[in-house]
């Protein structure tokens, strides 16, 4: 999202004298590496409609189908990726997960409780189009972290949130660079 822009971003459950600090969404190459298969499915189908075409009946309406499951299954892909999204606000850092068309899982954690911040970039993707995870640990009753999963300029984020939490919530914090996500951590896709 544009730096100048994020004044005029909104959210459901902002408070009034709640300001918007940095959105971010996970990375684009994230939404196109999960549509690749769906992409050549379309490509062989119109390969073989092409040269099939003077099979026409019912092959036409079997093309016809799997033409519209695939550009179906792409939107609401696209529509998942463009839906989820990540706020930093002076008071909270939000996690809006898009799970389907029809269902939306929020995650919150005050700045005040945001103990430590860790940055991951694994693999060759990740590495050449630098994008990762941002683990946040937070205090409180639950042990879970939140990650932001494959994020673009994971690092830069990690920053962004400590300095805001640090500004904003209190506590100076702490970077490990060097934890890895665990098992039981809570994972924002």
Do not use: C
């Not at 529509?79 to 799970?99: C, G, H, M, P």
Request: proline share 2%; charged share 20%.
């Amino acid at each position: 999202m544009d730096e100048n822009k994020i004044e005029d971003f909104t959210f459901e459950g902002q408070e009034e004298d709640e300001s918007v600090l940095l959105v971010t969404h996970q990375h684009p190459l994230t939404f196109t590496k999960e549509s690749f298969i769906l992409i050549i499915s379309i490509l062989i189908l119109v390969i073989i409609f092409y040269l099939q075409s003077g099979l026409g009946g019912i092959f036409s309406y079997v093309f016809i189908v799997l033409l519209l499951i695939n550009g179906y299954l792409m939107l609401k892909r696209y529509i998942i990726w463009r839906n989820s999204v990540y706020v930093i606000t002076d008071k909270r850092l939000i996690a809006v997960e898009q799970k389907s068309f029809f269902r939306r899982v929020m995650t919150e954690a005050n700045l005040d409780k945001v103990q430590n911040v860790a940055h991951e970039i694994n693999g060759f993707w990740q590495t050449i189009f630098n994008y990762g995870n941002v683990i946040i640990q937070t205090g409180g009753y639950s042990e879970k972290n939140m990650v932001l999963e494959q994020i673009h300029h994971p690092l830069a984020i990690q920053q962004k949130i400590m300095k805001i939490a640090s500004q904003y919530g209190g506590a100076p914090l702490k970077i490990d660079l060097n934890r890895d996500v665990k098992k039981d951590d809570l994972v924002i896709r």
